[in-house]
């Protein structure tokens, strides 16, 4: 699989050279838990309740993405950019030392969330209902943890080669196994939600098998060498990491923090009904942010190299692409969901009345879909291109300051109930991205327009 060169060629073919298989890789990356999702909720008479059990494992599943992709973003970037600069021995010493947080992250993790999965559980909203069906799932899918942050940690490290397809590939392997166990555990070893777990776990770990075998073979230009670091190389690098790996993490925390206060608001004014409708939601949400996350990953690395080799005029065209492209693709969602909102939610459940209630809140979380695009436009700019600071604000502005707000506050407003959990999301959608991508335009662009740019040979 060859190459690709990001210092050279068409902008928009790089992209979607890079893009394309990323996106591909964060569909069948999805796949590992909305096919669960899809199974669990037709399981025979417990469907809805098992979906809502499912449901509270998300924060909790998040935080554990979260720490993973603290160690890949922030590292791959790096990683890019140094090798835009020619720095190999940098950049080789990004992929070692983000490994070695993932390992250390992986086990402490583990141990903390088996301990005290109970507990976690309850706090972020479950009955005693719902705990029958989310405690079996998570204290499982918690065993697993340490190849599922190796799978999600290094696959970037890949792309930022020049690898996407590889990068797809190992996730492939991973996603068409855990489709094949699924109906087998759940259905035929008749383990339910459980038997969903066990095809996750067993999953990942095929799939960081083959993330760690090519890191590890000699066609990785920067190759995994266990205990190759010396101290002060590991906590340089720890540092540069974390601070810039600092954005997404945040994002992803108070993502979980969202979660956890709506379960806890919908459980409220609405009860476990509203709590699966939430499930729905937000699994509908993760299926169509698949494409602008691959979109988003696979152009990172294309910013982060031409920002490292100061290729100014590249990167500025690259960032146009990335929002044009962003912004085609989310209007297309939003008016697909304002259509046919049935058909997304029959993915999950069937039950008419679970449908009937869906549809105005499906329809009104994404009523301002298309700003989302800037949001990430924005967003990935600043992280490609190593503005640490601003990734991290903009990272708490729109969840922090905006949703949870917001979330506590609309469902007493007007008598909106559990229906104003849900329209949260659009306004920050709204407020947030314009802001974002505002920001980032007046900020960025001064900066690259008057940067000496180097001759490409």
Same mark, same amino acid.
């Given at each position: 699989m060859k190459q690709i060169d990001y210092g050279t060629g068409s902008i928009s073919k790089n992209i979607m050279r890079a893009a394309g298989p990323m996106i591909a890789a964060q569909v069948l990356s999805l796949l590992y838990n909305v096919v669960d999702r899809m199974y669990i909720g037709r399981i025979e008479g417990v469907g809805m309740q098992a979906l809502a059990g499912v449901g509270l494992c998300f924060p909790l599943i998040s935080l554990i993405n979260a720490f993973a992709n603290l160690y890949a973003s922030g590292g791959a970037s790096l990683c890019a950019i140094e090798s835009g600069r020619k720095n190999h021995q940098k950049a080789e010493n990004y992929i070692n030392t983000s490994f070695a947080l993932i390992v250390i992250t992986a086990i402490l993790l583990s141990v903390f969330g088996f301990v005290f999965c109970e507990k976690i559980l309850y706090a972020f909203g479950a009955s005693q209902t719902t705990i029958l069906?989310?405690?079996?799932?998570?204290?499982?899918? !918690?065993?697993?943890? /340490?190849?599922?942050? !190796?799978?999600?940690? /290094?696959?970037?490290f890949i792309n930022a080669q020049g690898y996407p397809t590889i990068g797809m590939v190992t996730i492939l392997i991973g996603a068409i196994l855990n489709i094949v166990l699924d109906p087998i555990f759940i259905f035929s070893f008749h383990l339910g939600i459980q038997g969903a777990a066990i095809a996750s776990v067993l999953a990942q770990i095929v799939s960081a098998i083959f993330v760690l075998r090519f890191l590890t073979s000699k066609k990785a230009e920067y190759r995994l060498r266990f205990f190759s670091l010396g101290v002060a190389e590991f906590w340089d690098c720890t540092k540069n990491i974390v601070s810039l790996g600092m954005a997404g993490f945040v994002m992803q925390c108070t993502n979980s923090l969202v979660q956890i206060i709506s379960n806890n608001v919908l459980n409220q004014y609405g009860g476990d009904l509203y709590i699966s409708i939430m499930t729905i939601v937000n699994s509908v949400r993760q299926i169509l942010d698949t494409i602008i996350f691959g979109l988003a990953d696979g152009t990172s690395p294309i910013l982060s190299y031409n920002y490292g080799a100061r290729y100014y005029k590249r990167v500025k065209k690259t960032i146009w692409a990335l929002t044009a492209i962003a912004c085609l693709y989310t209007s297309v969602v939003w008016i697909l969901i304002l259509a046919f909102p049935a058909l997304f939610i029959q993915l999950f459940n069937q039950e008419p009345q679970l449908i009937e209630l869906c549809i105005p809140a499906l329809r009104l979380y994404f009523f301002a879909f298309f700003f989302q695009a800037l949001q990430y436009a924005g967003q990935t700019t600043f992280k490609a291109l190593n503005k640490r600071n601003q990734a991290i604000f903009f990272s708490l502005f729109r969840k922090v300051i905006i949703v949870i707000p917001l979330t506590l506050w609309l469902p007493n407003l007007f008598n909106m109930g559990a229906i104003g959990v849900f329209a949260a999301e659009p306004i920050s959608n709204f407020v947030g991205g314009s802001i974002c991508f505002i920001t980032m335009l007046v900020t960025v662009f001064p900066e690259l327009n008057q940067a000496n740019e180097y001759e490409k040979f």
């Open positions: 069906y989310a405690l079996p799932y998570m204290q499982i899918y !918690i065993i697993g943890t /340490l190849f599922s942050m !190796i799978s999600l940690g /290094l696959n970037p």
